[in-house]
């Protein structure tokens, strides 16, 4: 029986927190209120990290990379059901 301590944690997991008292419990940089959700939607329309940063001087490079790492976890947990287009 593998112990908790075995696991490998994520390399987000000490940057990025699930509180239900801030944002209703969206994933935010540890310490802040800024979600994880927001800073996808800057980087999506804008991937300039010198923009995200004078934006929200307060993160790192480490925070918007955890943001990134949580993104394709999430992602790389999903269940897919291939739908079929017809191109005709």
């Known amino acids: 029986m593998a112990l908790s301590h075995d696991?490998?944690?994520?390399?987000?997991?000490?940057?990025?927190?699930?509180?239900?008292?801030?944002?209703?419990?969206?994933?935010t940089i540890k310490g802040t209120r800024v979600?994880?959700?927001?800073?996808?939607?800057?980087?999506?329309?804008?991937?300039?990290?010198?923009?995200?940063?004078?934006?929200?001087?307060?993160?790192?490079l480490d925070d918007a990379r955890a943001c990134l790492a949580y993104a394709q976890a999430v992602v790389a947990g999903e269940d897919v059901y291939p739908t079929f287009v017809s191109h005709g």
């Open 7 to 27: 696991v490998p944690r994520p390399a987000y997991a000490d940057r990025i927190v699930v509180d239900p008292a801030i944002l209703v419990g969206k994933p």
């Open 35 to 60: 979600s994880v959700e927001l800073v996808l939607e800057h980087l999506a329309a804008n991937p300039n990290l010198d923009e995200l940063f004078a934006s929200f001087p307060h993160l790192t």
